[in-house]
């Protein structure tokens, strides 16, 4: 367990940002903390989950930060499937 | 540098001219402002100087013009409690209907963050509208990266900032033109350290916005806050029914 820090871009807002993790985090977590900063305040929620996108590669919900093979500053996508 | 130079320029003059500027008083957009005065001046220079034009014209420098500075502005006001002066939204729906017949697609793009933050606003919630962390910053330039918004528009192929790993540090650039200019001579940039840079070394503690509006000097009377107190969210919007 030790904090992370990636680049977080969340489908349909403008900018890229810190995203502190952890890199024990499985990516249902990362990308709900990646949606913290965009959803519902730049850009429209919307039912249905997340996914994260890593050098163009979806990544599963359960694989975690390590397992996914993620470096430190790396850019996570994250969008609605 | 030229390209620098745009930089700084759309940050403050790109602002002060398409939302800082009362409607009645903006004579051009700071697009038709830049394609008039700048570009045509700098195009008969080099040619009278028998000069080419930079690699980066076409392809990065004329295509930045439709969106940059709409990414800053947004940038700007988002984080405006990191700023020296109060930034006005400009949103009102008279000015996006001007923003829009400048900049045709504005609305399906800026328009949509702005209805978001719109909401939250009329909805009595603010504080959605300030952030709880940082952009990343451009190694080049210093200024955020707002590719997402340049891929949004349809100017850029990825929303992804360009990444250089060099000596064991992960350089990030906002454009072709802003890593070539630290390429072409990068011992001379290797000790500039952007604000993210001192964050995650740990200088700034906490390790919080709060933490960096401190590092940064910013008492909470200091900090920027929005111009009109969010009086152009409620422009044309019928009163609100207070509950109870
Ligand atoms: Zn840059």
């Not at chain 2, 350089?171 to 072709?176: H, I, K, P, T, V």
Request: aromatic letters at 12%; a negative charge; charged letters at 20%.
């Amino acid at each position: 367990m030790a904090l992370f820090p990636v680049q977080g871009i969340f489908e349909g807002d403008f900018v890229v940002m810190l995203i502190p993790v952890d890199d024990a985090d499985p990516m249902s977590i990362v990308a709900e903390k990646v949606a913290h900063h965009a959803a519902g305040r730049r850009v429209a929620p919307q039912p249905g989950a997340l996914q994260v996108r890593h050098r163009g590669q979806v990544l599963p919900d359960t694989s975690t930060v390590i397992d996914a093979g993620v470096a430190p500053l790396d850019v996570l996508q994250v969008g609605y499937r | 540098m030229f390209w620098r130079s745009w930089h700084i320029f759309a940050l403050l003059t790109g602002l002060s001219m398409d939302y800082y500027t009362p409607l009645e008083h903006r004579k051009h957009s700071f697009k038709e402002f830049m394609n008039e005065m700048v570009v045509k001046q700098f195009m008969d220079q080099f040619r009278d100087f028998g000069l080419e034009l930079p690699w980066y014209w076409d392809d990065h420098f004329l295509k930045e013009l439709d969106w940059y500075h709409h990414a800053l502005h947004l940038g700007v006001w988002t984080w405006r409690q990191t700023a020296w002066w109060n930034p006005d939204a400009g949103v009102s729906p008279e000015e996006r209907a001007w923003l829009e017949e400048k900049y045709p697609g504005w609305n399906d793009t800026f328009g949509k963050q702005w209805d978001v933050i719109t909401e939250n606003i009329r909805d009595g919630k603010p504080e959605l509208t300030l952030p709880e962390t940082f952009p990343m910053v451009c190694n080049m330039c210093q200024i955020p990266l707002v590719t997402p918004a340049g891929f949004l528009f349809g100017k850029l192929d990825s929303p992804e900032p360009l990444i250089v790993d060099r000596d064991g540090r992960r350089l990030l650039f906002c454009s072709e033109p802003c890593k070539w200019v630290y390429e072409q001579n990068p011992e001379r940039f290797a000790g500039q350290l952007t604000i993210i840079d001192r964050f995650l070394s740990g200088v700034i503690q906490p390790p919080t916005v709060d933490g960096a509006l401190a590092y940064m000097g910013l008492s909470p009377e200091e900090q920027g806050q929005d111009a009109t107190n969010y009086a152009w969210a409620f422009v044309n919007q019928p009163a609100r029914q207070i509950a109870g």
